[in-house]
Structure formats: C-alpha cells, structure tokens
C-alpha cells in the first residue's frame, strides 16, 4: 500500500489503451486514485496518481467511458465526480501527480457509479439528490458531462449495471435498463426516456440483509447478487445469491449458493461462465457454472489476499476486475493494496 501512496484501498477498475493495447489498472485509494501499467503483470508500474477532489474517504468508485476515468467518493464532502482523460498515461512517465480535466459538481459525494458504454450515460448513485437513487448524467462527451435526469423512487442505491438490454424479454429489446442494488430489495428500472423512468419490477428475497451489488450473465437472463451482511445477521456461510430476470417484470429468486467460507462477500462480476467474487477475509473466489438456472456453482480457483483467517469481517479483498483482455485478473485489497493474478 505505502508504494500506492494511499492508507487503503477500495475499488477498482481497468482500461485498455484501443491504440497499442496496454493494460492499466485503475485503484481506488482513500485519498486518490492510483494508475498502474499492468502489461507485464509481474512487474506493475506505477504510472501516477490522482488526488481525491475534497478529502480522504473510505469509499471511491471508477468506471471508464471513451478513454475517460469517471470517479466518484462517498462521505468525501463536495467532491463531485473527476474526469480524467486515460491518454494522459502513454507519456511513459513514473509517479506523476495529475489533475482532473474536469469536475461535474450537480452532486457532491456519492457512493458508486456505473456506466452504460452502448448509450453514453452515467448513473450516480448513493449521492444527496435524486433520493440517493439514479442521478443520470450525459458523458457522451466525457469533458462536458450534463445532467439528464434522476430516478429516486426506491430511494438510495448502493451500485447499479446499466446496459441496453439483450436477453429474451421482448417488450424491452435495445431499452436501456438499470438492474440496482437498492440496500432491501433489487430494483429493475427502465430509464430509456431519461425524463419518465419506470420502475419494472422490485424484488426482495429469503435472509436479505444488505443488498450490496449485482451483474448479469452474459446472456441477460440471470442477475447474481451478493448481500453485504446476510453472512453477519444470520450467521450463514458466504452466499450468492442467483436471479431469474427473464422477464423482467416478474423475477424471480432461484436459490442462494453457499459456499465453504464464512467471509463477506462484496463485489462480483460475471464473464462467460465464470464468476469472479472480491470477498473480503476470503479474498478473490472464481465460481464455474454450467447452467445459471440450476446450483451448478463450483468453486475452481482462489487467491486469498487476507490469510489470517476467513472470519466475517471488512477486511481483505474489496475488489475485483476481471475484464482485460490478456486474461490477467486485478484485486484490490483493503490493507495490502494490488494484486495481479493469473488463473491456471
């Protein structure tokens, strides 16, 4: 951690340079974001950091639209969201400090933010407007981002994917949908026409503590959800938790997946037929499953970034970006930073 510059780390996200396809890492920090070249996996360079907009916070979230950085922090004051232009980083420079190149400020913190790339929009959620729901803002010219809209009818959103919608429902085929972890239930929005959102459906399910975040398969059909505290409330083993978004005015709770552990689990993405779990005392978990629609979740690789144990607790893994295309796997860890891995 002291070679990032930061006390502790959060999120965490990737982009690749569409020019000579260089991979980079994107940290959150509690008091910036760190930008890491990751080609050669075995030795991450840093390349420099940007400093948070107010002050240090716990919470820090990235996402990337046109070879832009979009980042937001949570309880950080009147931070806003930063936008960095990612070219900045091709200079071939160590350790730079950089600048934002711009700041929307029509929020001021917020806790997470996610992206639709198809349509150019960012959803903020988690921030003092729009009753902490969708704060809808318009990148699709990423140094002059505008608001265009809010959502805030199932009150405060903890994270979202937002994506222009492909799977086997056909009243909304090419809508643009917001699947969100709404704290107490999952909320599935249409925010097609930015001025007259719809809420399609709000589903709740069994030992529900903290609905935290959640990804589509591949194909749209099925959601996955992990549940920040249902581990802690109901004293469970880790749990995912597997959705049947078909239709998506009527979804339905297939079943919960336990696992082996008893760590919380945080964040998660699905590739293919892989999901990829930051689950904190239990470090990176990667899932296998032949068919979303039954529990054939199999456990086929780890990496424990925090070994000590694998308690209910906040610390260790916090992140995961399982997206580069060279296959490499990044983690973000709570006390111990970056890790760089490689499934067999």
């Known amino acids: 951690m002291s070679t990032l510059k930061g006390n502790s780390g959060n999120d965490i996200w990737g982009w690749t340079d569409p020019g000579d396809g260089t991979e980079y890492v994107l940290m959150g920090l509690d008091n910036g974001t760190a930008f890491l070249r990751v080609s050669d996996p075995e030795n991450p360079v840093l390349v420099g950091r940007l400093p948070t907009q107010t002050r240090s916070s716990t919470w820090r979230d990235i ?9 937001v922090a949570d309880s950080a004051g009147a931070h806003g969201m930063q936008v960095f232009d990612l070219t900045r980083l091709r200079t071939g420079g ?38 902490g729901g969708l ?22 959103v903890h994270d979202a994917q937002c994506v222009r919608y ?5 009243d909304y085929t090419d809508a643009e949908i917001c ?3 709404s704290e107490t239930s999952i909320a599935i929005v249409d925010v097609s026409d930015k001025s007259a959102t719809q809420t399609l459906a709000v589903l709740s399910y069994s030992n529900l503590g903290f609905t935290h975040q959640a990804w589509l398969d591949d194909s749209h059909q099925y959601l996955v959800v992990n549940d920040e505290a249902d581990e802690i409330e109901f004293e469970k083993n880790t749990a995912t938790i597997v959705i049947d978004v078909r239709d998506l005015n009527a979804p339905i709770h297939l079943y919960t997946h336990q696992h082996q552990t008893r760590s919380i689990d945080h964040n998660l993405f699905v590739r293919g037929n892989r999901i990829y779990e930051a689950n904190y005392t239990a470090g990176l978990r990667i899932l296998e499953f032949s068919d979303l629609a039954s529990d054939t979740l199999r ?43 490689i499934p067999e």
């Open 166 to 170: 492909a799977g086997p429902d056909t």
């Open 63 to 71: 996402k990337v639209y046109m070879n832009h950085a979009f980042i």
């Open 299 to 341: 456990e086929v690789a780890f990496f424990d970034t925090y070994p000590e144990n694998n308690d209910r607790r906040f610390d260790g893994a916090w992140g995961v970006y399982p997206f580069f295309p060279s296959g490499i796997i990044a983690v973000s860890d709570v006390d111990r930073g970056l890790f760089i891995v």
């Open 179 to 181: 699947f969100n972890a």
């Open 135 to 156: 704060h809808i803002v318009n990148i699709s010219d990423p140094l002059n981002p505008f608001s265009a809209g809010c959502h805030g009818t199932e009150g405060d």
């Open 94 to 131: 160590t350790d730079q400090r950089f600048e934002a190149d711009t700041v929307y400020d029509s929020f001021d913190s917020a806790h997470n933010i996610a992206i639709d790339e198809s349509s150019g929009f960012a959803y903020v959620v988690g921030s003092e407007t729009c009753s």
